[in-house]
């Protein structure tokens, strides 16, 4: 009977051992993954937070040899441009994904689908050069709408992709329950469907956001920037990216810090989106009709 | 085949439906008296869950699938092409094997889903709602939070929650697809008393795989196999004294 229990102890033991060098295995290796975004945070903020003061955020670039200055304008003008492509992609993106989700027999979804696929995988200064020639060159100037439209071509396959991915994995019943309440198709598909979807379907939004919104090459051949305020949508608009790239590759020292802290605001504006929209829709929309 | 003389609020006549090629319910013909539990019964395949979804037309939702033959509700032929599928889903409801409340929504949204998300107030719906509830005994347990997510409830509750969402479009059918199959026996067995119950109000056309249950609440049963209609008739003399020999082997275990 000893040497029965002496076995199921041993054996135990072995069990817990393997048990807890399995999970620290996965602890170490998940925190070698995370180890680069840290690195990163650690060096935007270490070289960035020395010039960020609000000067930064209220003032216009200083010219050359003038200490101080801000990038207010390229804030603005980032923000204009995201929010252009957002309008433009997003319901563009999202009924795409609702297409071939629930359409997916349909020879037209499967021709969607590898279009989508491709423009995914489509290198995005060749998109900007595609704006460049159909939209600049048209109207013989760079412009935010040319911008806005290239960043929205780089967003729109994310948040079709995401939504087809999520909306994919409504169970089959949850439809049929809504039609056979006599919902029309289109009611179950965005009322009960999507809607149901809505926070993950968000997810993929802020993910396509955060992929555009330090895009720069597209916007060097399209948006192209300017030292002043924005304008109009139809003239040359400043960027965040752009303006941390011109300042990067530039030789003077105070330009570098600006663009240290170009990158922090940038950083920490994706990151901004990234929790208020969690945080809005993190009821999955519940409190919209309580009346 | 009609097992006694009530007034049928349902008649199939020579109903015939097919997955492409496959030919699943084969010439069933039979009529379903009004304010009655109809109780489907038969062997995996058979075609009992196929010929439950022609009743409301959700079969012909898959892109293969393919009907013959009429359904008369109330004298009018569902299957008519010219019928608005719609129109006829709001008269028969129907209740799956796995509970689906809907994400996304309160447990008061869910119950008057059918009417909220075609545009009406919920204001104006609320009565609805509390009146469904209780007709689907689940108002005591929920009323203090009634905005709550549906799906945060038990299974068994949410069971409980789509017939009150579908008792709350007020349908002449509820259809129930082995609606006990995914709970535990205690929700089973509430599940049941509530389909006893709601037979006041509306006809119950239950498919399922549990002879006892059938013999539990149904006033008719009708025993399906290989997509064709064998017997129908009362529950009573369907458990114990069948017309048909592949009835009694049926329900005698001989073979399932």
Same mark, same amino acid.
């Given at each position: ?291 | ?73 109330? &004298? %009018?032929?569902? +299957? ?6 719609? *129109?006829?889903?709001?008269? !028969?409801? @129907? ?61 068994? &509750? %949410?069971?409980? +929650? ?6 709350? *479009?007020?349908?002449?059918? !509820?259809? @129930? ?80």
């Amino acid at each position: 009977m000893s040497s029965l229990n002496s076995a199921l102890h041993s054996t135990l033991r072995k069990r817990r051992f393997k048990n807890n060098l399995m999970t620290f295995v996965i602890y170490l290796f998940s925190l070698i993954a995370i180890i680069p975004l840290f690195l990163v945070f650690f060096h935007i903020i270490k070289n960035g937070s020395s010039s960020l003061n609000l000067d930064f955020f209220t003032q216009l670039p200083a010219p050359v040899g003038e200490p101080d200055g801000g990038m207010a304008n390229s804030i603005v003008g980032s923000l204009i441009l995201i929010s252009l492509a957002s309008i433009i992609a997003v319901p563009l993106g999202i009924l795409a994904g609702l297409y071939l989700s629930e359409y997916t027999e349909d020879y037209f979804a499967s021709a969607l689908r590898w279009t989508v696929d491709l423009l995914m995988s489509i290198p995005s200064i060749v998109v900007g050069l595609f704006v460049y020639t159909s939209i600049v060159v048209p109207l013989k100037s760079f412009s935010a709408l040319a911008g806005s439209i290239a960043l929205s071509i780089l967003m729109l396959p994310i948040v079709a992709k995401t939504t087809e991915e999520v909306l994919k994995l409504t169970p089959t019943h949850i439809r049929e329950a809504g039609l056979a309440l006599g919902l029309s198709r289109w009611r179950v598909i965005l009322f009960v469907v999507l809607r149901g979807k809505s926070s993950a379907v968000l997810t993929g939004v802020v993910l396509a956001l955060g992929r555009v919104a330090g895009e720069t090459a597209p916007l060097l051949v399209t948006a192209f920037g300017n030292r002043n305020w924005p304008q109009s949508i139809f003239q040359p608009t400043p960027s965040l990216p752009v303006q941390i790239y011109n300042y990067a590759i530039s030789p003077y020292e105070n330009w570098h810090r600006q663009a240290w802290a170009g990158a922090l605001t940038l950083v920490t504006l994706i990151f901004v989106i990234n929790i208020l929209t969690r945080l809005i829709f993190s009821k999955d929309g519940l409190d919209k009709n309580q009346s | 085949m009609t097992p006694h003389s009530e007034k049928p609020l349902i008649s199939i006549e020579h109903l015939n439906a097919y997955f492409g090629d496959k030919h699943i319910v084969k010439d069933v013909s039979m009529t379903i008296p009004e304010k009655k539990i109809l109780a489907i019964i038969g062997p995996s395949g058979c075609g009992k869950s196929t010929l439950l979804r022609c009743i409301n037309r959700l079969h012909e939702e898959n892109s293969t699938a393919k009907v013959t033959g009429r359904i008369f509700l109330n &004298q %009018q032929n569902i +299957l008519n092409r010219q019928t608005d599928p719609v *129109v006829i889903r709001q008269k !028969i409801g @129907m209740v799956f094997q796995k509970p689906s409340a809907f994400p996304g929504l309160s447990i008061v949204e869910n119950v008057i889903a059918g009417r909220l998300l075609k545009g009406e107030k919920k204001s104006n719906l609320l009565g609805v709602a509390e009146t469904a509830l209780k007709q689907a005994s689940l108002w005591d347990e929920v009323k203090e939070k009634l905005n709550a997510p549906g799906t945060s409830l038990s299974g068994g &509750q %949410q069971q409980r +929650l789509c017939i009150a969402r579908a008792l709350a *479009v007020q349908p002449d059918v !509820i259809l @129930m697809d082995e609606p006990t199959s995914a709970l535990d026996p205690i929700s089973a067995a509430r599940i049941e008393d509530l389909i006893i119950q709601i037979q006041a109000f509306t006809t119950v056309i239950i498919v399922t795989h549990n002879l006892q249950q059938a013999a539990r609440i149904s006033n008719q049963t009708a025993f399906m196999h290989a997509g064709q209609l064998i017997e129908l008739n009362n529950t009573g003399e369907m458990f114990t004294n069948p017309r048909e020999k592949m009835t009694e082997e049926y329900i005698t275990g001989k073979f399932s």
